[in-house]
């Protein structure tokens, strides 16, 4: 155990070692974890910190001196800055099937940073089957806020989490376990957001979820095209694969012979409903040999428009840096 115990209690009171002016057993101090007598190590060449009296260092002396720290503080400054409550979109599970075909945003906010007034704070007190780190109580609703030093959250614990339906931050102080200031500290725990993440958030999952409806009512006409393009692909797919023969490549060998890059340009077009130009990337490739669109001496074609509805396209590939046509394939079989 390399972590050294920067915090005591003093007559209650938690004290940082370069607080202390006397040395050894005179600080008068014990460990707020396990209570034994605390000595101050003031020497000249480690780190200034406290060592327990003839006990050996017990396991949660850290950790607990920065709970009681962190407590300590958002009970003086009365404020908590939650997080922001976002989706990253290609993440999700849920969009597996249709993130090929869908425009989707990256990231989806569902709940802003903000800071709230906080007016009660509660040290490892039981909420029904486990005890947080911390209960913050804004307004009607409890927060509960886990430290995490050396230990995260395993799966049991938030599934208790989960179970009783309480938003919880978790605010890692692992980079700062060998020292950390009360000033510091106030900035991390307080004001900051850096280091804080939303372990569950039962109100920003119902956001995602609607969300997720809303986008795909949206997108209903383009997606059900999409999806019907897609088992078509996944029909021709195993009659490729019915076709093939043993000793013969794979379908994803002969799919990647036949790969057009994906090229991009920008065009303005105007919203039907407010008449505004809006700037929009529509992605193409060229030369493509189904002539859908002219340009500079070349035929192309645009992905969204032309190819996704095309009997030679086959998806893409390369995180949509290209897609898979099959013109030429058939083309040059036919001859
Ligand atoms: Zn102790």
Redesign the pocket.
Known sequence: MSIKLPYGLKDGVLVHIQDIQERGLACNCI??????MLVARKGNKKNHHFA?YK?P??K??VQTALHLAAKEIIAQEQKFTIPEFSKVTNEEEFFEDIDIYLDLPNKVQLISEKTYDVHNVYLEKKVSDFVPDIILEIGQRKLLVEIAVTHFIDENKYKKIVAEGISVIEIDLSEFKDDFELEMLKDLVVTGVKYKRWIYNPIGDKEWDKWKAEFLLENDEERKLYELERKKIERLNKEYDKKQQKGKESREAFYLKNLKAINTHSINYIDNKTGELIPKVISHVSPCPEKNKYFNGEYYANIDTHCIRCKYFRGYRNERKHIICLANYYRNKDK
């Open positions: 460990c707020s974890a396990c209570g034994a327990h006990s260092e017990c949660h002396a």
